[in-house]
């Protein structure tokens, strides 16, 4: 059975970790398909959904791999969700289960987050006696605070679907999080590829900006190319004959 799903949902990728006896342990050859995974979903799709395969969402990096590990194995590990961090399209987590170590980098690698009733958020690192990896602290401090995230860190907090929502770590609680990144992922599916694209690229780089000027400056040209488009022309006219059908 493959270990990493990949489905098309019109232009909404899903992938699934599946290797539920596992609870989605991160094996490199495991990441190494997750990587691959996500690639060909970048190339056929305008938005992509991550979960497991129930009952966890990912326990995290196997463990006896883990500790025969050095720098180029760890790496390896990193490899699946850092591609999801990387990728060039609209991400979703649905977090349907335990998000646990390298697990909840997975998690934290999606742009956005909807935790299902049985999300745990936990970063375990600690626990087991080993130095968080994979970025976690820096993406842990962006995404929610200082506080929560040395909470979670140092004094091994684990946080469930409904605090994980109050805090910013999840977008939103949903009793199906797939369904529900599937109804979010629609807007994006809809749209036109090139243009989903370059929005990501854009906000990449003014979530890194100080100076209001400087983004708009950086948005102008992008704009006045999709402005220029086929796809522009025919969703302006449509919006102009309902509004006049009114």
Not at 53 to 62: I, T
Not at 89 to 96: D, E, G, Q, R
Not at 150 to 161: C, P, S
């Amino acid at each position: 059975m493959a270990e990493v799903l990949l489905e098309h949902h019109d232009s909404v990728a899903v992938i699934t970790i599946n290797d539920p006896d596992r609870r989605n342990a991160l094996t490199i050859d495991l990441s190494r398909e997750l990587h691959d995974k996500v690639k060909q979903a970048e190339r056929e799709a305008n938005a992509l959904i991550v979960t497991g395969a129930p009952p966890a969402f990912c326990a995290g990096a196997d463990l006896t791999q883990l500790g025969n590990s050095k720098d180029e194995g760890l790496k390896q590990i990193y490899r699946g969700f850092l591609a999801v961090a990387d990728a060039t399209i609209p991400t979703i987590a649905a977090v349907n289960g335990a998000a646990v170590g390298a697990g909840l980098n997975l998690a934290l690698a999606a742009d956005v987050r909807i935790a299902g009733p049985k999300a745990r958020f936990d970063a375990r690192f600690l626990q087991l006696g080993i130095h968080p990896g994979g970025g976690m602290t820096w993406m842990l401090q962006r995404i929610t605070n200082r506080q929560t995230a040395t909470a979670m860190t140092l004094f091994g907090q684990i946080l469930d679907a409904d605090e994980a929502v109050r805090v910013g770590l999840a977008h939103s609680r949903a009793e199906d999080p797939l369904a529900a990144a599937l109804e979010m992922a629609r807007a994006a599916a809809d749209a036109p590829a090139g243009l989903v694209r370059t929005i990501k690229a854009t906000m990449r780089l003014t979530d890194a900006m100080q100076d209001h000027g400087h983004a708009v400056e950086t948005e102008l040209r992008p704009q006045v190319t999709s402005i220029d488009t086929p796809e522009f022309a025919a969703r302006l006219a449509a919006m102009k004959a309902r509004i006049s059908g009114r």
